[in-house]
Nanobody, 127 residues
Framework: QVQVIESGGGLVQPGGSLSLSCAAS????????AGWFRRAPGKGREVVAA????????NVADSVKGRFTVSRDNAKNLIYLQMNGLKPEDTAVYYC????????????????????WGQGTQVTVSS
């Protein structure tokens, strides 16, 4: 089973940008739909964005719509979360998740839909 590893977190000022990457270990992500989730301090894990196996369909949460973009480069076996206009309330541990998918256009929004999870990367938005 493929494993995923996130990178790119860090400390950024409000209004700044960060780009997170999700890579595979022990396999490829080209046959997997993927999602980004986050867990803020004292809160449950919530979906941020999701992308189909092909990258042809995506979804972002209302709370980040217009600021965050999910994409993938299957040639490089990477999935990205571009975060612009960051706010203090975006502070959280961000997780990449993946699940093997036979469907080109389907993405998944629920934690239970995924079977491969990264360890998470911390994103802190503070002045």
């Amino acid at each position: 089973q493929v494993q995923v590893i996130e990178s790119g977190g860090g400390l950024v000022q409000p209004g700044g940008s960060l780009s997170l990457s999700c890579a595979a270990s022990g396999g490829t992500l080209t046959q997997h739909a993927a999602g980004w989730f986050r867990r803020a301090p004292g809160k449950g894990r919530e979906v941020v964005a999701a992308i189909s196996r092909t990258g042809l369909t995506t979804n972002v949460a209302d709370s980040v719509k217009g600021r965050f973009t999910v994409s993938r480069d299957n040639a490089k076996n990477l999935i990205y979360l571009q975060m612009n206009g960051l706010k203090p309330e975006d502070t959280a541990v961000y997780y990449c998740a993946a699940v093997r998918s036979a469907y080109a256009f389907i993405y998944y929004l629920k934690e239970e839909d995924y079977d491969a999870w990264g360890q998470g990367t911390q994103v802190t938005v503070s002045s």
